[in-house]
């Protein structure tokens, strides 16, 4: 039989694995796999224990949302382990789940898991953290983090957009030197993120046409700060019509961008809070973990 460590966020989602658990490890049962449960207790406990026990498995395998997803993630690679990766979607908004086309009714999601067809995808890393994808700065992006669970698991998407409506009257700009292999870009910027989702914050085909998280490259996309209204209509209409590389927004593919500005600038990575950095250094590393997929992409 193969083991299996099966890492559950209980809050996610409106605690919803509870009502599903005996039935998902019945699943896995059914098709040969001895499961170990661990339920987190607190923020980062699953970077923690897929960092300390990743090699004790042949497979790590966890439900919550996308943020549960990349602690385990990062746990294993900081740890050195290369392990497959099944994924139990139990969050609000499922971004990367949804990219992945990853069912989310929980049960059809353990089968798809156990039926093992592994995708090799991408992984970003941060000033030598990790992220699955998405590191992002400026406007709307501590609104994840700062969203109470309670709202989260109450009022769904809608409580990220309500969080985020609060930060239109605020908003703060960031002077960035932006440096890939290929070019470089200086200015002020309300907002940026280096992106491996077809999905962002709930939309879906916001972050670029074409999107393959398996590639080697990634999506950035970068807001210039608006002098006034007209740019401002200008930026909502690229956003709306994905149109996303003119005057007001950059966007471009690269497998490595280095952000650099004079103050302390704060990231969100994955939907959790990243940190404050004056230099931020973000590289794709291609396909380098295994996540079970249903269908090919």
Request: proline share 3%.
């Amino acid at each position: 039989m193969k083991k299996i460590l099966f890492v559950v966020n209980p809050k996610s989602g409106k605690g919803k694995i509870r009502s599903h658990l005996m039935d998902i490890i019945d699943i896995f049962n059914q098709n040969e796999m001895d499961v170990t449960v661990y339920i987190t207790q607190k923020p980062m406990d699953a970077c923690e224990v897929a960092k300390r026990r990743a090699e004790e498995f042949d497979m790590l395998i966890c439900s919550g949302g996308d943020g549960t997803l990349d602690e385990v993630v990062t746990g294993m690679l900081k740890g050195g382990h290369h392990r497959p990766v099944g994924y139990i979607p139990a969050g609000s908004t499922n971004d990367f789940a949804n990219s992945l086309k990853l069912p989310l009714q929980m049960k059809e999601a353990a089968k798809s898991i156990a039926k093992e067809h592994p995708y090799a995808c991408d992984v970003g890393s941060f000033n030598g953290d990790y992220f699955v994808y998405i590191a992002a700065f400026g406007l709307f992006t501590d609104v994840a983090y700062e969203t109470k669970q309670d709202m989260k698991n109450v009022l769904g998407h809608l409580a990220y957009l309500l969080e985020g409506a609060k930060r239109l009257f605020n908003i703060k700009n960031y002077h960035m030197k932006i440096r890939t292999h290929e070019e470089a870009i200086e200015g002020d910027f309300i907002y940026g993120m280096v992106t491996n989702s077809q999905s962002v914050g709930g939309f879906r085909n916001i972050t670029g046409k074409q999107v393959c998280l398996n590639d080697g490259v990634f999506e950035v996309t970068l807001i210039r700060t608006p002098k006034n209204g007209m740019e401002l209509e200008e930026i909502l209409a690229a956003l709306v019509s994905r149109e996303m590389d003119n005057k007001r927004v950059y966007s471009f593919k690269a497998d490595y961008v280095e952000f650099e500005s004079q103050e302390e600038v704060p990231w969100t990575l994955d939907g959790e809070n990243g940190g404050k950095h004056q230099k931020a250094t973000v590289i794709n590393h291609k396909q380098a973990f295994n996540i079970m997929i249903t269908q090919e992409l």
